[in-house]
T-cell receptor, first 113, second 113 residues
Framework: EAQVTQNPRYLITVTGKKLTVTCSQN?????MSWYRQDPGLGLRQIYY???????DKGDVPEGYKVSRKEKRNFPLILESPSPNQTSLYFC????????????FGPGTRLTVL | GNSVTQMEGPVTLSEEAFLTINCTYT??????LFWYVQYPGEGLQLLLK?????DKGSNKGFEATYRKETTSFHLEKGSVQVSDSAVYFC????????????FGAGTRLFVKA
């Protein structure tokens, strides 16, 4: 089954404690993204990757890091989480052409105390 | 830059009512247009898409027509069901924008039995 998986689905942590949210896709897609969803703001792109070892900032990259060492995986790293990073996070992937749909993971709800 | 504007919600309808959710866009190129749906507790999934002017996307009784003259992609359904209750996102992607997907803020739909 074609899918994007994220882990964990729920996470409560404290300010400053480094965390990683994993994302994996089994569709051999080149393009992967991370979004955060906040009420009234829709989805905002954090980082994206066009291929292995190629990443770039989205609209709200501050406080986040990513890496793309393998095509299937695109982890999101919060080196020092802060309460304003409390949000719902989605990983997504698609193939190289922008005409096609993105496939989304189920989401990770993060709370930073 | 590219942008998407969709009507604010929530929209509350009775079962079998007609649904319209307005979406307009601004783009420098010739974008592909999408409607995504997010059911409670889930990630976004593609509902329908249109890749050029005058195309009509359709799925599950929903329709939207790509209107270049009015830069619009309004979502319609003739008879909604309780199971259509969800958040709907209009989105665009185009080559001029590096195929980055831009999402609207989302419109929450409640359908009452």
């Amino acid at each position: 089954e074609a899918q994007v998986t994220q882990n964990p689905r729920y996470l409560i942590t404290v300010t400053g404690k480094k965390l990683t949210v994993t994302c994996s896709q089994n569709m051999n897609h080149e393009y992967m993204s991370w979004y955060r969803q906040d009420p009234g703001l829709g989805l905002r792109q954090i980082y994206y990757s066009m291929n292995v070892e190629v990443t770039d900032k989205g609209d709200v990259p501050e406080g986040y890091k990513v890496s793309r060492k393998e095509k299937r995986n695109f982890p999101l790293i919060l080196e020092s989480p802060s309460p304003n990073q409390t949000s719902l996070y989605f990983c997504a992937s698609r193939d190289g052409t922008g005409r096609d749909e993105q496939f989304f993971g189920p989401g990770t709800r993060l709370t930073v105390l | 830059g590219n942008s998407v504007t969709q009507m604010e919600g929530p929209v509350t309808l009775s079962e079998e009512a007609f649904l319209t959710i307005n979406c307009t866009y601004t783009a420098t190129g010739y974008p592909s247009l999408f409607w995504y749906v997010q059911y409670p507790g889930e990630g976004l999934q593609l509902l329908l898409k249109a890749t050029k002017a005058d195309d009509k996307g359709s799925n599950k009784g929903f329709e939207a027509t790509y209107r270049k003259e009015t830069t619009s992609f309004h979502l319609e359904k003739g008879s909604v069901q309780v199971s259509d209750s969800a958040v709907y996102f209009c989105a665009l992607s185009d080559r001029a924008g590096g195929f980055k997907t831009i999402f609207g803020a989302g419109t929450r739909l409640f359908v009452k039995a």
